[in-house]
């Protein structure tokens, strides 16, 4: 999630259940499918093994070892502030569950005014188009894809897995190193139109 490190449980989450099937798999290589689905993560290790399976056992795991590990993103407070200080609601689009997203957020201390879990890119597009979202930020290029299939302005932040040059190259309207920037961002695109 952009507003939240929860990389480390993640990873270590994952590992647990990777573990549980014999592989031993690099933190590295784990953390690199950050922001994927995880129903894309594990057939990368266990093709063959019934995903329903896999996830319970990842979530399970992440509950009770995972969330402990969540920090704010630098500038996730300040982000917020000024989504709320203009007069809008905060909304989370991600692909974790839902409810472990509240969770993830309640551990860094954070909150959001709506939350919506359990899709990616194009179908994050759709939820941000029934909340009437103007802006979405993102640290993927999938979440460039929802905002531009919702018709709404894209901010990507490199503060996932993926760089800010392979950011660049999906045109989003801001590429930011971090969440320190977008409350300028978010003042300069109000009330401008994607061909602005």
């Not at 990389?7 to 590992?15: C, K, L």
């Not at 690099?26 to 995903?51: M, N």
């Not at 905060?90 to 509240?102: E, I, M, Q, R, W």
């Not at 103007?134 to 709404?152: F, I, K, L, N, Q």
């Amino acid at each position: 999630m952009t507003l939240v490190d929860s990389a480390d449980g993640i990873v270590t989450s994952v590992q647990y259940v990777l573990t549980q099937y014999g592989i031993d798999a690099d933190g590295d290589d784990i953390r690199s499918t950050i922001g994927l689905p995880l129903d894309h993560v594990f057939p990368r290790w266990l093709p063959d093994e019934p995903y329903d399976v896999l996830l319970a056992a990842y979530r399970a795991h992440y509950r009770e070892h995972g969330i402990p590990l969540t920090l704010p993103m630098p500038g996730a407070r300040e982000a917020i502030e000024a989504v709320r200080a203009h007069g809008d609601r905060v909304l989370v689009v991600t692909a974790k569950y839902g409810a472990v997203a509240g969770l993830a957020l309640e551990a860094a201390g954070l909150d959001a005014d709506d939350i919506v879990g359990d899709l990616f890119a194009e179908a994050k597009g759709e939820a941000l188009r029934q909340h009437r979202a103007w802006a979405y930020v993102g640290d993927h290029p999938g979440d460039v894809r929802a905002a531009r299939h919702a018709g709404v302005h894209a901010i990507a932040v490199a503060t996932g897995p993926t760089s800010s040059a392979e950011l660049s190259e999906t045109s989003p309207d801001a590429v930011l190193m971090d969440l320190h920037g977008l409350p300028d961002v978010l003042v300069s695109l109000r009330g401008t139109s994607l061909t602005d």
